[in-house]
């Protein structure tokens, strides 16, 4: 693949995608995507930083599905818990150590974290080997941690493969 | 490609300011400044062909994109209009060549943003709908707004800052009253409205009414009627002398609005509607040039002085605005153009003088001497002349023509007084202005140099007032025409129906 | 429903007002901001209210007045270039005058109350 | 054709000394002298016409709206105006030769007095009323610039400005004065108007046309109680006071009498208050004129007291009396002009004007003082001279009248006193000056003048002479057709003799030179007298109240506009909420008769939610950061109304302008006080704002429920119609931005264009202090940019430009656009700035906005200006249905270009604006130009 | 109704429900870390559903192949986290103080200071 | 029937509104109601996305994922401001 016609592939199969999602499938709609699919990607490169990138797409899928599942799962305790006397809330700040490195990696698993319920990433050390969690209610925050980084660290670690 | 001739004076400028924004020329002063120069003189001689045009063939419309009136824009070039875009870029060339002497290098963008401005100005003379004018009004405030801080400065920032919130709040209720008027009339081609004022009934009257009225304090606000002209004397005085110059002409909007607006939608035809406006327009104008002549008494320095001047101009003006008939029309009209060339002439004289006197500027006080006060003197002396109303410059004119007007009007009890007592006020303050500054003096003057710039700039000025009183009979004649179309109203461009 | 829709206008305009007559240059241009919701929800219902009506042709039966939005989405981009304008202006003011009322000096009541509070300040510390 | 030369020569005259300054004096005044010259020669060719009683004229057309028309006549009062005017006036600049010294600028000093002349020659020769009124007040400002001639002189610049002050009113009623004269008689033509003597005199405004033509006059002609500036305008160069100040301009005001005299005298009015005027001002004239020390000071109160006897004699309204006014026009102004003249021969000699030093004189300029001795003889009316014959005149007019009934022998009292003042003053300035012992620590020594400084005086003295001995021969017919020219009618018979037998007027003269010797000899006594009053300076009096009115007028205006834009503001709001209020009253139902649409909980809880928002805005104004929050609230739920009331382009636009504006309140916040006072004023302010704002909202609100309520007829079904087949667009609000009304949004996108150039004026060189800490004094986190954002920012900038393409071009067709698309853009790139800092941005985006900002105008320009080839109008757009086989039917428009250049100017102006602003901290900042 | 309109109606429920749990949790819960979790629920379960209900619906009515609200879902997993990220980093900031009776975890003192003031 | 259920809904995300409001206006801290605001962001996606089934319309999508983007960039940039009070360095 052309490094200089298509500087970031991925983005422009998601552009793409999203073109045809936005708009109802036509071949002229297939053609426009593209163009713009490869046109903004090329705009849009110099602000781009390099990104490690994805060895193991199925895993990926996986990794999404699990997301998913979690949330759709946790939402409901939680609701629950939102929905009980205040005084039975054990909310706590954790302190994730952090086996991956590399920014879109740590951005992912941030991210999953806040969207899982329960727990909402607040900040990276500035070391960037701990990750700060808040966690609504904790009742064994070992294995809270534990869960995080065998549920979704671990993924992602084979995922980028770092 | 004639039929083009229309939008021209709009699109001239804009084409002209947008190519100026192009960083290759925005950073080039030399081409920059040439570019100014060309297009001025263009749009002088392109208003004097579309006056010459609209004389010779009546009222020209154009409409915008080839949709009939009134669902698409129309542009309207009448007597009227004409006159003032030719007066608008007479004062575009005199500005620009006189700030290209070096004005415009004390900060960027100036030679576009007066393109903008004139831009702005031209296309409210020619629009012939409502919305347009609001938002060709925009268009020139903000120009003028960018053009007020040019340069820098903490009197420039102050003065700025009121005259700014004051037209945002006056545009606000320009729209308001857009609102109100687009929620009566359904329309918004001026033709149309006209056409429809005396069709309204019942209740929609009363609301009508109150988009008139609003629209009166929007025009007054912009016109510095009484008690809205409080952001002028400031901003004024405190703009860099090009801008004040081409500032002269803002007023002068205001009171083509009210014309426009007043005396035409909401004119004699306009059955229950029929000049809603006059009854307060009436006291507010002669307080206008009451306290413009206080005002004026009361100035320190010659940029102030000038703009309270600009403030009794106006009341004069409105007084004839508030007493509609073609002969107070012909005679305002006439003196519209006068004053404001008389008052962009001050101004840019006031400039020069400024950059000679040292710490004492423009104020009445015994300063530095001038290093040139021949020529300087006598350019102040042919602009107080003029400001004052005393011949042989195109005041008198003006003047003469709007007491006769009073008179024939019978209201010449009203007006008289304070048309006269104005000029008497301008006398002593000017006399006195310009003994304090060109013959009270302490020190040794500097030499600074004038730049050839400068001096064709104020030639164009100086030009334009003789020219108004050698052409004086034709220019009266046509204003008369002028006032006679407006009045008659804006027939040409009828619906035909919905 | 038109009722509650001018008392919403009605509860801007006034706020918008109100805030535009105070000193500060901050609260004015939060009030000018105020009074052009207003102005545009006024312009807006020139073409009186209607629901599910939007003038996209060929998505419903009856279409509402576009005219007026169109005349709004104007009036909107103009409002935003003037805010723009203005609070920027009054950044400058405040750089250039020291302070941020609007007429580039504090009024000298609230001068002296200023000085007060400075020396009572002072004269704790 | 003559008589436009006669005026024409002195006007193209007028530069001519400016030209041949550097040639030196002598050709410079030969120069200068030329034109006159030849203009007087021509008037003396034209003598014999007029005398015959013809009057040449000149008539062009100039302004016919106005009534002023170039109109010429040479009548005989014009015929006698012109020759003085010429004459003297050639006399004065062979004078002025020699009596300016080096340093004055002699070519200013010549085209001054020949504009003058210019002027004065146009007053007299004006067969058009307004054009008399224009000449009028050219000699009023030509006479200010001779004042002041010596500008360096704080009693020249004051003298000449109240000069100018009373005579600029004068003629400012004048004006007036004429302008009803016009308009009562239908024409301003001279002719026509003094055939109209009666339809003037009958008119209504008859009272009010006298009392402001005779202000003109009189201030012109400083009449008492205007006289006083004439004194005080001595501080001119002496030519200009004997020429100005004698012979010509002050002549302008009886001048006017005369030539009007037809048309308005003939009334009672008239002949009480001008003769009243006119005797008053005989009497203070003449007494005040022998109190005087200066030389130039005398006389000019003798001229002020002959100007009044002139003025009486037009008023008293016998037959003969406009004939003696006419001849004692002529009289003094040869004998003034010589006197003046003489004067100042004396004080240029001698360094000195005041009599009180100068004395006996005659042992050091023996030929000067004999020739002011016979002028002065000629002033106090001797016989033999001219002085004594119009003098006489008057005596025997004064008899004849009966202008006050039985007390009308007041007047001939009255006039003989005069006389006998005018007799002493003479005396005085004759035996003070030349003789009375030796002069008193004079700066010069005396001595004769240079020969030609002489001769003007001697040649006016020569003429007083003559005139007095042999009137009729000199002015014989003169008089007469001056005279004739006066009256309009036929002269009556007179007889000018230097010998009319023993008679009630030679015993008036007899009893006025004795009395005047008497009152000389004790003059002491007289002098002790008048010392005890004290003197007033009418120039320090004129001064005092002028300043008295500007610092008035300065306090009465600064109460007005005392600067505060609150005030301003308050003003503004009231007069629009007076206004709208107003035409409300007579509103009765604020319900109309559409039906309106039901409420749901959704609208109740969203203008709830409205309402707090714009309360929460109000209460935390003094929290600037909540506001914005709370204002964010409002912007969110006008955009669910829009959304709402089926307008999706504006819900999308609001929204989006919202969030720029959010950030741009942010970036300003950084710089502006956080927090302000919560009550910035005093509480009675508050509530009055308060109370306004009230009224104006529920104002707004009624006005706004009112049109909600009625039906609306408009021209939007035109859209509706056309937009997909005209315009070739389903979004009917988007056809009209590009299409219908694409000229508004050209406008619109102009304004932010320029918004963005002067934010960037705004910005360039701004000096801030950077808050290093916030409120609460905290130091700023240290991370600049949160990675997390920055990784998610840059991830979604292409997403976001998609949305934005996605925007932009179903617009046409589906709620969006080449605006809501361009801030889209704005906003993804934005939150670069926010995520990566400006300096990272720069580096890897060297965009130039001006460039984005000017291309997009220029697109859009050239969108509209495209039409034109096809030969349409400017913005006609065009739009076509193309197939491509496998694409199938799609379309293309002109009107999408145009939204290209919309999307790109909208662009280029967000994001100049923004980055700038945000470029303030840091070291890409605008370093350049407006300080 | 059919069971494909009980399915919407369910989801719609749900999102609204959800919704409401989010919002009640704002006001309900003692501090600001604890209320950061409550705009989770509205963001996933309340939006998801609704989108999802959305979605649904168009595909009932025939209007294509209409799954656009896929977009904003992606739009929202993807931001809402940095949001919560970026306000707990200010709060952290700004030391919003913790809920009296919840536990302060040793690190939370750790995690504050992280960015001592200079 | 549907269209019954989608006002009710919509009064429950109101409601929702309404309450975040009230959090908005308690505060106490400045995060509080900056989190307040944010979640209505995301509230008012839901009131149009009921609006856009409501009326059976797709023309609120494009409202819709705006504030979805919009809610986004002003929460991250008044966080930026807490944290740097300069939002573009």
Excluded at chain 1, 66 to 74: K, Y
Excluded at chain 1, 112 to 141: K, N, Q
Excluded at chain 2, 432 to 448: H, K, L, N, T, Y
Excluded at chain 4, 27 to 45: D, G, K, S, Y
Aim: with cysteine; charged share 10%.
């Amino acid at each position: 693949m052309n490094k200089a016609l298509l500087p970031m592939p991925i983005h422009t199969a998601v552009l793409l995608l999203t073109w045809l999602l936005l708009n109802d499938f036509s071949i002229g709609h297939l053609l426009l995507g593209s163009l713009l699919a490869v046109l903004i990607p090329w705009l849009v490169a110099p602000l781009s930083d390099p990104q490690a990138p994805v060895r193991k797409p199925g895993k990926a899928l996986v990794y999404a599905l699990i997301v998913l599942w979690d949330i759709l799962r946790s939402n409901i305790e939680v609701a629950i818990l939102v929905m009980r006397p205040n005084r039975s809330l054990r909310p706590a700040l954790l302190a994730l150590p952090l086996d991956i490195q590399g920014d879109l990696p740590q951005a992912l698993l941030a991210s999953t974290i806040s969207l899982t319920p329960g727990t909402v990433s607040m900040d990276f050390s500035e070391d960037r080997r701990w990750l700060y969690i808040h966690a609504l209610h904790v009742t064994d925050e070992q294995a809270l941690l534990r869960s995080i980084k065998e549920r979704y660290e671990a993924p992602l670690k084979e995922i980028f493969a770092c | 490609m004639f039929q083009h001739v229309v939008i021209l004076p709009i699109l001239l400028p804009l084409l002209a300011g947008a190519l100026m924004v192009i960083p290759a020329v925005s950073r080039n002063m030399v081409l920059q400044r040439r570019l100014g120069t060309v297009a001025s003189v263009l749009a002088v001689v392109l208003a004097v062909w579309l006056l010459v045009l609209v004389d010779h063939n009546g009222t020209q419309a154009y409409a915008v994109g080839e949709w009939k009136p009134p669902f698409g824009i129309l542009l309207v070039a009448d007597r009227l209009a004409t006159l003032l875009l030719l007066l608008t870029s007479v004062l575009l060339l005199a500005v620009q060549l006189f700030a290209s002497a070096g004005e415009d290098e004390r900060g960027r963008f100036f030679q576009p943003l007066l393109m903008f401005q004139v831009m702005g100005i031209q296309g409210a003379f020619l629009t012939g709908d409502i919305f347009n004018l609001f938002v060709f009004f925009e268009v020139l405030l903000i120009a003028s707004y960018a053009l007020l801080i040019h340069g820098g400065g903490k009197a420039k920032t102050a003065a700025s800052l009121h005259y700014v919130i004051l037209n945002l709040a006056g545009s606000a209720l320009f729209l308001f009253a857009l609102g109100i008027l687009y929620g009566t009339f359904g329309t918004l081609n001026m033709a149309d409205m006209q056409a429809n004022a005396a069709l309204i009934q019942n209740d929609d009257l009363y609301l009508a009414k109150v988009g008139a009225l609003l629209l009166l304090v929007v025009f007054g606000l912009k016109a510095a009627m009484l008690p809205l002209h409080f952001w002028l004397p400031k901003a004024y005085a405190a703009a860099p002398a090009p801008v004040a110059a081409l500032f002269a002409i803002m007023t002068k909007i205001g009171i083509y609005s009210l014309w426009r607006v007043h005396s035409a939608i909401f004119g004699e035809h306009a059955g229950a509607l029929a000049n809603v406006a006059l009854p307060w327009l009436w006291p507010m104008a002669w307080l206008t040039l009451a306290l413009g002549v206080v005002a004026v008494l009361a100035s320190q320095s010659l940029r102030a002085l000038a703009a309270n001047l600009v403030i009794v101009s106006v009341g004069s003006l409105l007084l004839m605005v508030a007493n509609p008939a073609q002969s107070t029309t012909a005679a305002g009209l006439y003196y519209l153009v006068h004053s404001t060339l008389a008052t962009a002439l001050i101004f840019l004289i006031a400039g020069l003088i400024m950059g000679q006197r040292g710490k004492s500027e423009d104020r009445f006080v015994r300063g530095r001497p001038l290093a040139h006060p021949r020529l300087l003197g006598g350019l102040f002396f042919i602009a107080a002349l003029a400001l004052i109303g005393m011949p042989p410059f195109s005041g008198f004119i003006g003047k003469a023509l709007m007491l006769s007007a009073a008179l024939d009007e019978g209201v010449a009890g009203w007006i008289w007084p304070p048309l006269l007592l104005s000029s008497l006020a301008a006398l002593l303050v000017l006399s006195r202005a310009g003994s304090s500054i060109f013959w009270r003096s302490r020190g040794r003057a500097v030499p600074v140099t004038i730049d050839t710039r400068q001096l064709a700039g104020i030639g164009v000025l100086l030009v334009a007032l003789v020219l108004m009183v050698v052409l004086a009979g034709w220019l009266t004649a046509f204003t008369d025409r002028a006032a006679a179309d407006l009045l008659a109203g804006m027939q040409l461009v009828l619906p035909e129906g919905r | 429903m038109e009722f509650a829709y001018a008392l919403g206008v009605g509860f801007l305009t006034g706020a918008g007002v109100f805030l535009m007559l105070r000193g500060r240059t901050f609260p004015v241009i939060l009030g000018l901001t105020l009074l052009s919701y207003a102005v545009n929800l006024f312009l807006f219902a020139s073409g009186r209210l209607t629901i599910n009506a939007a003038p996209i042709l060929g998505t419903a039966s009856e279409y509402t007045d576009p005219l007026p939005q169109a005349l709004v989405l104007t009036a909107i981009v103009i409002g935003f270039a003037m805010t723009a304008f203005v609070l920027i202006l009054a950044m400058r003011a405040r750089a250039d005058l020291g302070n941020d009322h609007v007429d580039g000096h504090l009024p000298p009541a609230q001068l002296s109350a200023r000085a007060e509070q400075r020396r009572e300040r002072r004269e704790h510390s | 054709m003559t008589l436009l030369w006669i005026l024409l020569l002195p006007m193209m005259g007028i530069v001519t000394p400016l030209l041949t300054e550097r040639y030196g004096r002598n050709v410079c005044a030969a120069m200068t002298a030329l034109p006159p010259a030849i203009a007087l020669m021509l008037l003396l060719q034209q003598a014999p016409v007029v005398m015959s009683g013809q009057v040449p004229s000149l008539h062009a057309e100039w302004i016919p709206a106005l009534g002023l028309n170039l109109a010429l006549h040479l009548d005989g009062l014009a015929w006698l105006f012109c020759l003085l005017i010429l004459g003297i006036g050639l006399l004065v600049i062979l004078y002025a030769r020699y009596y300016l010294s080096d340093r004055d600028s002699m070519g200013q000093f010549y085209a001054s007095l020949i504009l003058f002349m210019t002027a004065m020659l146009g007053v007299v020769l004006s067969a058009n009323l307004l054009q008399l009124w224009l000449f009028w007040e050219l000699t009023s400002i030509s006479s200010f610039l001779l004042i002041s001639f010596w500008s360096w002189r704080t009693d020249a610049r004051k003298g000449a400005r109240m000069a100018l002050a009373v005579t600029g009113a004068g003629g400012l009623a004048l004006l007036g004065a004429l302008i009803l004269i016009g308009h009562e008689v239908g024409s301003f033509d001279l002719a026509t108007v003094l055939a109209s003597g009666d339809l003037l005199r009958q008119s209504e405004l008859y009272p009010v046309i006298l009392a402001l033509f005779l202000l003109g006059a009189f201030t012109k002609s400083a009449q008492f109680p205007f006289h006083f500036w004439l004194p005080h305008a001595m501080a001119a160069p002496t030519p200009v006071s004997s020429y100005l100040h004698s012979a010509t301009m002050v002549k302008a005001g009886v001048f006017l009498l005369a030539r009007f005299y037809p048309v308005l005298a003939g009334t009672d009015l008239w002949f009480v208050v001008v003769s009243l005027t006119g005797m008053a001002t005989l009497l203070v004239g003449a007494y005040t004129a022998l109190f005087k020390h200066d030389l130039k000071g005398l006389l000019a109160y003798s001229t002020v007291s002959h100007l009044g006897l002139i003025t009486l004699l037009l008023g008293l309204g016998t037959a003969l009396a406009p004939v003696a006014a006419v001849f004692h026009i002529i009289n003094h102004a040869v004998f003034k002009a010589s006197l003046f003249m003489a004067a100042g021969i004396i004080d240029h000699e001698s360094g000195s004007r005041d009599m009180r030093k100068l004395n006996g004189l005659w042992q050091f300029m023996p030929v000067t003082a004999t020739l002011a001795m016979v002028a002065a003889s000629s002033m106090a009316g001797v016989p033999l001279l001219n002085g004594f014959l119009s003098k006489e005149m008057m005596f025997a007019e004064t008899l004849e009248q009966y202008t006050f009934g039985a007390l009308s022998w007041w007047v001939p009292l009255l006039a003989t006193i005069g006389a006998t003042f005018s007799v002493a003053y003479s005396l005085r300035f004759m035996h003070d000056v030349f003789f009375n012992g030796q002069p008193i620590d004079l700066p010069k020594t005396p001595h004769e003048p240079p020969r030609y400084m002489r001769v003007p005086v001697e040649i006016l003295v020569v003429l007083c002479l003559l005139v007095g001995m042999f009137p009729d021969l000199m002015v014989g017919t003169l008089l007469k057709t001056a005279a004739g020219a006066v009256l309009q009618a036929p002269v009556p018979e007179f007889e000018l003799g230097v010998w009319h037998g023993f008679n009630l007027p030679l015993l008036m003269s007899m009893l006025a030179v004795s009395g005047g010797v008497a009152i000389y000899v004790n003059r002491r006594f007289l002098f002790q007298f008048q010392s005890q009053f004290a003197e007033r300076d009418a120039k320090l009096v004129f001064e005092a109240s002028v300043q008295s009115l500007v610092r008035k007028a300065g306090q009465l205006h600064h109460l007005i506009d005392n600067g505060s834009m609150q005030r301003a503001m308050f003003l503004m709001l009231l007069l629009a909420l007076v206004l709208m209020a107003w035409p409300l009253m007579d509103l009765l139902n604020t319900a109309g008769g559409r039906p309106e649409l039901a409420l749901n909980w959704g609208v109740v809880f969203c203008t709830a939610l409205l309402i707090a928002g714009t309360l929460l805005t109000i209460w935390w104004s003094h929290q600037r950061l909540w506001a914005l929050l709370a204002l964010s609230i409002v912007g969110l739920v006008v955009s669910v109304a829009f959304a709402w009331f089926s307008a999706p382009d504006l819900a999308l636009t609001q929204l989006s302008v919202e969030v720029v504006t959010v950030l741009l309140f942010l970036l300003a916040l950084f710089f502006l006080p956080r927090h302000g006072p919560i009550m910035d004023g005093p509480l009675r302010i508050m509530m009055r704002d308060l109370g306004v704002s009230v009224l104006f909202g529920s104002v707004v609100g009624t006005i706004c429920y009112a049109l909600l309520t009625r039906p609306l007829d408009s021209i939007s079904g035109y859209f509706l119609e056309h937009s997909k087949t005209g315009g070739g667009g389903t979004n009917v609000v988007n056809v009209i931005l590009v299409d219908f009304r694409g000229f508004d949004t050209l406008g619109e996108i102009t304004v932010l264009g320029i918004a963005a150039l002067g934010i960037y004026k705004l910005l360039a060189r701004m000096t801030l202090a950077m808050p290093s800490a916030d409120d609460d004094g905290r130091a700023w986190a240290r991370e600049r940019h949160p990675a997390l954002l920055a990784l998610v920012s840059q991830s979604l900038l292409p997403l976001a430009l998609l949305v934005s393409a996605y925007i932009f071009l179903r617009g046409h067709n589906m709620p969006g656009g080449g605006f809501i698309a361009g801030l889209i853009t704005a906003i993804a790139l934005i939150q670069q700035y926010v995520a990566h800092g400006v300096v990272w941005m720069k580096q890897r985006m060297p965009l130039s906005y001006e460039a984005l900002i000017a291309s997009g105008l220029l697109i859009a320009l050239t969108a509209g200006l495209g039409s034109w080839l096809f030969g349409h109008n400017f913005l006609k757009t065009w739009y076509d249905y193309f197939y491509l086989p496998g694409v199938g039917k799609f379309e293309l428009a002109s009107a999408m270009v145009f939204d290209l250049g919309v999307y790109l100017t909208v662009i280029g102006a967000t994001l100049l604006i923004l980055a700038n602003l945000g470029k303030l901290t840091t070291s890409e900042r605008i370093r350049t130009g407006d300080e | 109704m059919t069971l494909y309109e009980w399915f919407i109606a369910a989801l719609l429920v749900i999102g609204g429900l959800f919704t409401l749990i989010g919002a009640l949790g704002m006001v309900k819960l003692p501090d600001l870390y604890t209320r950061l979790h409550a705009p989770t629920k509205a963001t996933t379960m309340g939006i998801g559903c609704i989108l999802l209900a959305s979605m649904l619906m168009r595909l009932d009515r025939n209007e294509g192949f209409g799954i656009q609200e896929l977009v904003i879902s992606l739009f929202l997993f993807i931001t809402a986290p940095v949001s919560a990220y970026m306000i707990a980093k200010a709060a952290m900031h700004l030391r919003v103080p913790l809920q009296p009776g919840s536990d302060p975890h040793r690190l939370l003192e750790k995690a504050r200071d992280q960015q001592p003031p200079q | 029937m549907l269209n019954t259920l989608l006002l009710w809904v919509a009064g429950v995300v109101g409601l929702a509104l309404v309450l975040n409001a009230w959090r908005l206006v308690r505060g106490p801290s400045v995060t509080d109601r900056v989190l307040a605001l944010d979640t209505m962001y995301i509230n008012v996606i839901a009131m149009i996305i009921l609006l856009g089934i409501y009326f059976d319309t797709s023309l609120y999508f494009e409202a819709a994922l705006l504030i979805a983007m919009l809610g986004f960039v002003s929460t991250a940039a008044v966080s930026k401001y807490l944290l740097r009070g300069d939002i573009i360095e």
